[in-house]
């Protein structure tokens, strides 16, 4: 078994209790970690801001890829969410 497979399978568990949950629990979910994390300023911005990377991360890992473009998109948004939360915990 690859570590690939290992991932999918990990973020589709993840994706399955995210399906489970009422349908506008993710959409205030998402843009309150959003909004939270730049809003507030040093260690709680930051938290937000890495924990909403990791949602996004394994809600990405769990979609099927579609082209080259989106593998970029897949890696990017979580790794600018990354930067942003660690330059908010260093400032």
Known sequence: MSSKSS????????????????????LVLLPALLI????????PGAVALMLLALVV?????????RNAAHRV???????VLLAIG??????
Request: no cysteine; glycine share 4%; net charge positive.
């Open 7 to 26: 991932i999918r399978r990990q973020s589709a568990v993840f994706l399955v209790y995210v399906h489970q949950l009422p349908r506008w629990v993710p």
């Open 36 to 43: 939270a994390g730049l809003a507030l300023p040093g260690v």
């Open 57 to 65: 991360w394994f809600l990405f890992m769990a979609s099927p890829t």
């Open 73 to 79: 998109i897949r890696f990017a948004v979580p790794l």
């Open 86 to 91: 660690i330059a908010k915990l260093v400032s």
